[in-house]
């Protein structure tokens, strides 16, 4: 990789400025970062750069969702749904569970709203979790310690710390990947936060069947966490043509023909907007080209 610009690490600064504005102190947003001090960040959002590695400010964009690339999110039917169930959940202490096929910007909207908003926690959940796991990510991302304690004591205190905020808001994406046994856990959770914070879970339809089946054997757990998402899933829409001609356009792809291009290979794809947004980077590639050829 290219050494890091000024810029870059300007970037980077007023991005982490902005992410600590999610947190009470700089003390907390830095206890939610792995492996980066409270004076690191005091120092990048104080512009001061000496002695502070390119690697160090790689680390903390990866955290902070801070991306190198140029990107224009378009704000989609899905997007402004998954915005206005996020801003419902937190506002009026809510529980949602949405769900959405691979690729359709479940995740790109979270970290959005993450973004724009004030005491929002967004946590990634991953099939390996273990409870000790889920909670000490929790507990990271309220800026809560995470060292030096018991796995109970840890989660109280990170729950207690939720508890404080005004309109805090949990973002669990990709919950269907959880065991049981970790996803048993958010009734703990909810039990401590009803009537305080918003839940939102986020993942593909396969939460759906799985609901199914636990019902149907009476699984441990499975009514408990039905009830309190409300018996329902807030389903979206599949990605459209319309929202990658959206994108294209947003994203700088201004020739019809190179639009088309786009709309056809994305089809093939259906629509996933991971599989769109390599494809417009392929293709602006090919205008650097041209550009260049003609130069």
Known sequence: MKAMTTRDKEAISEALEAYCKNYPTASRASESLQK????????IVNRKFDNISDDMFTRIAAQIGYSFE???LHESENFKAITYVMGDAQTYKNVFWIDGDAGCGKTATAIEYRKAHRNVFYILCSEDMKRSDFVREIARQVGAPTDGTNLR???EYALQMITY???????LDEGDKLTDGVLNYFISIYNRLEGRAGIVFLSTDYIKRRMENGLRYNKKGYKEINSRIGRKFFDLNATSQNDVYAICKANGITSEADIRKVLRDAAQ???DLRKVKRLIH???RRQQARKGDTA
């Open 153 to 155: 004591d840890m989660f």
């Open 269 to 271: 794809a259906d629509n």
């Open 36 to 43: 980066v001090s409270t004076a690191t960040v005091s120092n």
């Open 282 to 284: 392929a293709q602006k």
């Open 165 to 171: 905020l005004q309109n805090p808001l949990l973002i």
């Open 70 to 72: 140029s990107w224009t």
